[in-house]
């Protein structure tokens, strides 16, 4: 790779560290759970045979890494896939400039791959370690729960860790491929004009997709909802993955769903905050890729948390009716569910905070053109919170339609009815979470975004 693209790689990472270091970030939470969930199955592949056959309580080492991981590892490499998108259209205009000065497609796509590439490996050897150090606390807890063999020891292979730094980079160089083709398929011009702009429509492609994309996810959920009462564990998988799919629907139909929630509450908002709210409304329905990604980690992290929560509540009413015990009300599974939560809230938290923190910072130039034209800093920041709010808002509410779409075709297969158990506390601590991520990262970082001289900032260009 030449020397000018490795330049301007490294050029591009130093303008917008915050957005690299989130997709950083969500790299080194990918290889981690890879390498966590693959040094699990190595554990056991090549353990010795009478320690491999040892009876265990629950379903063994491999088929804990295959279930969970499966989910675990999906959500990671969505939240991958969320973060580079986002980090890719923080440098359209940037990138369409280079078009205007002779670079080739070529070149371009050359100086995104570069970036990727040395994210990737930057976030390589602490990622991997953080999962062989999850690998191995893991299945501690499991051997002190009798669920795993007493003789059994993470591996000293690197397998696990490779395979992990194999799927980054797939999954990166892929998605690098179909979000660059943005900037590089349309003229030189077009491209800086959707730069500056905002592109305000949502290509066909994608709508497609969404629209396939929410078609599975609808097939999941009938899938789950038509499986025999007998099989609770079935319908629990199907209707979880079936949120995850969903969820990708909204990732993908985000600019759609969003402007059209943001709009609705638009309304109230500026009847209630005159000008703040009026400004907000306006900067949140006329950029709706930005607001997309914005409440996408917001919708991810309260879909699936309150999927999971209301499917275990469902399935513990179900069995105690039924007096069958199961995988789902199991103490045992109960603790594996509870630490899969747990993980999966962790992915959903770091993009939640990773993408607003760089969507609030790269606005810092728009934040001192208005200063420039009178605005102060206390509007400004006034303007922010009533974002901030309704960021929080439109992301609950499209999270919440996913688990209540999840949770009622579950609640359809073990109970009879589509309305499931909702645990309202926990739920309620779901939504209190969100709010307490979302609003404070967008503020806390408008406080940094607005402050300096508005002048320099507007010269510096970090927009």
Request: proline share 4%.
């Given at each position: 790779?030449?020397?000018?693209?490795?330049?301007?790689?490294?050029?591009?990472?130093?303008?917008?560290?915050?957005?690299?270091?989130?997709?950083?970030?969500?790299?080194?939470?990918?290889?981690?759970?890879?390498?966590?969930?693959?040094?699990?199955?190595?554990?056991?592949?090549?353990?010795?045979?009478?320690?491999?056959?040892?009876?265990?309580?629950?379903?063994?080492?491999?088929?804990?890494?295959?279930?969970?991981?499966?989910?675990?590892?999906?959500?990671?490499?969505?939240?991958?896939?969320?973060?580079?998108?986002?980090?890719?259209?923080?440098?359209?205009?940037?990138?369409?400039?280079?078009?205007?000065?002779?670079?080739?497609?070529?070149?371009?796509?050359?100086?995104?791959?570069?970036?990727?590439?040395?994210?990737?490996?930057?976030?390589?050897?602490?990622?991997?370690?953080?999962?062989?150090?999850?690998?191995?606390?893991?299945?501690?807890?499991?051997?002190?729960?009798?669920?795993?063999?007493?003789?059994?020891?993470?591996?000293?292979?690197?397998?696990?860790?490779?395979?992990?730094?194999?799927?980054?980079?797939?999954?990166?160089?892929?998605?690098?491929?179909?979000?660059?083709?943005?900037?590089?398929?349309?003229?030189?011009?077009?491209?800086?004009?959707?730069?500056?702009?905002?592109?305000?429509?949502?290509?066909?492609?994608?709508?497609?997709?969404?629209?396939?994309?929410?078609?599975?996810?609808?097939?999941?959920?009938?899938?789950?909802?038509?499986?025999?009462?007998?099989?609770?564990?079935?319908?629990?998988?199907?209707?979880?993955?079936?949120?995850?799919?969903?969820?990708?629907?909204?990732?993908?139909?985000?600019?759609?769903?969003?402007?059209?929630?943001?709009?609705?509450?638009?309304?109230?908002?500026?009847?209630?905050?005159?000008?703040?709210?009026?400004?907000?409304?306006?900067?949140?329905?006329?950029?709706?890729?930005?607001?997309?990604?914005?409440?996408?980690?917001?919708?991810?992290?309260?879909?699936?948390?309150?999927?999971?929560?209301?499917?275990?509540?469902?399935?513990?009413?179900?069995?105690?009716?039924?007096?069958?015990?199961?995988?789902?009300?199991?103490a045992s599974d109960v603790w594996l569910r509870q630490a899969e939560l747990?993980?999966?809230?962790?992915?959903?938290?770091?993009?939640?905070?990773?993408?607003?923190?760089?969507?609030?910072?790269?606005?810092?130039?728009?934040?001192?053109?208005?200063?420039?034209?009178?605005?102060?800093?206390?509007?400004?920041?006034?303007?922010?919170?009533?974002?901030?709010?309704?960021?929080?808002?439109?992301?609950?509410?499209?999270?919440?339609?996913?688990?209540?779409?999840?949770?009622?075709?579950?609640?359809?297969?073990?109970?009879?009815?589509?309305?499931?158990?909702?645990?309202?506390?926990?739920?309620?601590?779901?939504?209190?979470?969100?709010?307490?991520?979302?609003?404070?990262?967008?503020?806390?970082?408008?406080?940094?975004?607005?402050?300096?001289?508005?002048?320099?900032?507007?010269?510096?260009?970090?927009?």
């Amino acid at each position: 790779m030449s020397r000018p693209v490795l330049a301007l790689s490294a050029g591009q990472i130093r303008r917008r560290p915050a957005a690299f270091a989130g997709l950083a970030a969500a790299l080194l939470l990918a290889m981690a759970a890879v390498t966590l969930f693959g040094s699990l199955v190595a554990a056991q592949v090549t353990a010795p045979r009478t320690v491999a056959r040892a009876p265990v309580a629950g379903p063994g080492v491999l088929v804990i890494a295959a279930a969970f991981g499966e989910i675990a590892v999906l959500v990671a490499l969505f939240t991958v896939v969320n973060a580079l998108g986002f980090t890719l259209r923080q440098q359209h205009r940037d990138l369409a400039l280079l078009r205007t000065v002779a670079a080739t497609p070529r070149q371009v796509r050359r100086v995104v791959r570069a970036q990727v590439v040395a994210t990737v490996l930057l976030a390589a050897v602490p990622g991997c370690a953080v999962g062989l150090l999850a690998a191995r606390a893991f299945l501690a807890a499991l051997q002190r729960r009798g669920m795993a063999a007493s003789g059994l020891r993470i591996p000293g292979t690197p397998v696990p860790m490779l395979i992990a730094l194999g799927v980054a980079l797939l999954v990166g160089l892929a998605a690098t491929a179909a979000a660059g083709r943005r900037v590089t398929r349309p003229a030189p011009a077009v491209a800086l004009t959707e730069g500056t702009g905002g592109a305000r429509r949502t290509g066909v492609l994608r709508l497609l997709a969404g629209a396939a994309v929410l078609a599975g996810g609808v097939l999941l959920l009938r899938l789950a909802a038509t499986r025999p009462a007998g099989e609770l564990d079935k319908a629990g998988q199907a209707a979880l993955l079936g949120s995850l799919v969903l969820l990708v629907a909204v990732a993908l139909l985000g600019p759609l769903a969003a402007r059209a929630l943001a709009t609705a509450l638009g309304l109230p908002v500026r009847a209630l905050v005159p000008r703040a709210g009026w400004l907000a409304d306006a900067n949140l329905r006329g950029y709706a890729a930005r607001l997309s990604s914005a409440v996408v980690p917001v919708a991810l992290l309260v879909g699936l948390a309150g999927t999971m929560l209301i499917i275990t509540s469902t399935a513990e009413r179900a069995a105690r009716a039924s007096g069958a015990v199961t995988s789902v009300t199991k103490a045992s599974d109960v603790w594996l569910r509870q630490a899969e939560l747990g993980l999966l809230v962790c992915f959903a938290a770091v993009s939640t905070v990773n993408t607003l923190v760089a969507l609030t910072a790269d606005r810092r130039r728009e934040f001192a053109l208005l200063r420039l034209v009178g605005a102060t800093r206390r509007q400004l920041l006034r303007m922010l919170s009533v974002e901030a709010v309704l960021t929080t808002v439109v992301g609950v509410l499209l999270g919440a339609a996913v688990a209540v779409a999840a949770s009622g075709a579950f609640s359809w297969a073990v109970r009879g009815t589509a309305v499931p158990v909702v645990p309202g506390a926990g739920c309620a601590w779901v939504v209190l979470g969100a709010a307490a991520l979302t609003v404070p990262g967008i503020v806390g970082t408008g406080l940094w975004a607005t402050g300096g001289s508005a002048v320099e900032s507007v010269g510096v260009d970090r927009g």
